[in-house]
């Protein structure tokens, strides 16, 4: 079955970064277009980012563009999200997502707090 499985999540003081890790199993990784979402007590979850299937094409919400940075490895069916100059407001659970699978993993929690 299909299975996504967040890591890298942690506390991290304000300007600092972290590197999240998506590994994906289940499904034709390279097929499929991928995502980061969060979400944030008491808040919806959010689109983070999102990349093509090959990784050519990429885009932002605007509250990340310029410190976040999504990439994948297709062979190794894992997604990865470069979080530098983190803040506060970034504290969140993350979660990753294929599109066309309804699947979501268990996320893994970001806290940006001194």
């Known amino acids: 079955q299909v299975q996504l499985v967040e890591s890298g999540g942690g506390l991290v003081q304000p300007g600092g970064s972290l590197r999240l890790s998506c590994a994906a199993s289940g499904f034709t990784f390279s097929r499929n277009p991928m995502s980061w979402y969060r979400q944030a007590p008491g808040k919806e979850r959010e689109l983070v980012a999102g990349?093509?299937?090959?990784?050519?094409?990429?885009n932002y919400a605007d509250s990340v563009k310029g410190r976040f940075t999504i990439s994948r490895d297709n062979t190794k069916n894992t997604m990865y999200l470069q979080m530098n100059s983190l803040r506060p407001e970034d504290t969140a659970v993350y979660y990753c997502?294929?599109?066309?699978?309804?699947?979501w993993g268990q996320g893994t929690q970001v806290t940006v707090s001194s």
């Open positions: 997502k294929a599109l066309y699978w309804p699947t």
């Open positions: 990349i093509g299937s090959a990784g050519d094409t990429t």
